[in-house]
DNA sequence: GTCTATAGACTGATAGAC
DNA sequence: GTCTATCAGTCTATAGAC
């Protein structure tokens, strides 16, 4: 119909610019001038500007989440109800990491997308996201099933620092590409994924400062950080 | 004099909001408001609100730098031109987890704006960020010292992980604590830093792409084949 | 140096013809 | 559903009185 051709053509056009430019810096404007539509359409269809987030936000983070939990049940299911924490990671950070950082495809903007969205603050996502954790909880718990004998602290701990690797290698590869003079291999993406899934595996494992013996000068001692459960 | 306290008011105003709520969000009518000066002073002593933020950016940058540097000399110092990897990541990543975790002083806010600065790219602060290049490399050299068998892709890799931890623990504590209810203690700052330096230094040391084909397990290792591949 | 007043340009949103 | 035209509000920046 052409009633949806305008709606998805607003849709595109909003995601890519806002993944490039941010929410504050893209207008209504620039989104109808590049979908080739009127104005107006976007107040008929949704109704204001943080609504056209929201919608984008809410289908992209459902999409995203569902590709996550299949990978991590595909790992589940192969190791019996348990899988290596590096499958748990993988299936955490994988399909972000792979929409991201891959050819220029439709993935990369859905992405940046997400990644532009938990940065900017915007009054609709930050409703969302609370949903967010929800969903995290529940990669928390397969790690938890991964390594039984970590406590719940680190296993937070490294879902947190995972995530900040792939979130931080998306959002700043250029950076790295610049202070390593190209060395970093950024289209690789399944390279980067392993890299990212090894070094958050090692600080889940063994990672916890309780288990690591203190470094030899540390000037300022530390405060006891694992209590069990 | 009373040229200088306007100047400093905005300055301090200015640094302290867009910490909280982003340079596109804070006008300057939000600016002068809160320091209690006129709109036209912005402009008298700054020319402009991009130059205003640069200001501020340049300062505060060539702050952090100083301390920074000043730890990693203080660390190579102590172990004769070549410090543990642990005390390079610490000076890396102590300085901005110390500024903005701790308890809420002025240098909360600093860090929080340099973090903003970091992601929403603002024209001023672009040109300035590439001098940021040469700084880290500094931080790579000192790492090569500490590691001299490691490959030089995997020490870019190693700090830049480094930094996403330290800054996406900076950007995203609610979420993290909300994930943990609690149990994440981001008031512990040096408990924090350690979390970051151990995560960091056991990338570098053993997150090689090596380990990439055939994961090398630490000293944990769980007979476990990977479900992978 | 500090103020008032305002210019000039943009924004998101809407009313009403078709 | 799509368009034109426009509103009311916001912004940065500046001119000119004091």
Redesign the interface.
Known sequence: MATDRTRTAILNAAERLYAER?F??VTLRDIVGEAGVNLAAVNYHFGSKDELIAELYVTRSIATNRIRLAELKA?ED??GGR??I??VV?ALVGPTLRGCLGPATENTTIARFMIRA????VPPIRKI??R??SH??RF?QAMKRSLPDAA??DI??G???A???A???I??SE??N???EG??DLGDVE?VI???V??AA??L?????SS?K?????A????R?T?RD
Chains 1, 2 share one sequence.
């Open positions: 941010g504050s810096d790992a192969a190791g899988a290596p590096e499958a993988r938990s940065i900017e603050s996201r609370n967010e954790i995290l909880r928390a719940d602290v937070y701990w879902l947190h620092f995530l900040a690797m979130h931080q290698t959002r700043d950076r790295l610049k202070l390593s060395a970093c390279g392993e890299r990212v090894t070094a090692l600080a494992t063994a990672g916890s400062p690591y203190a470094p030899a000068r540390a300022t001692a530390r405060g950080p209590a």
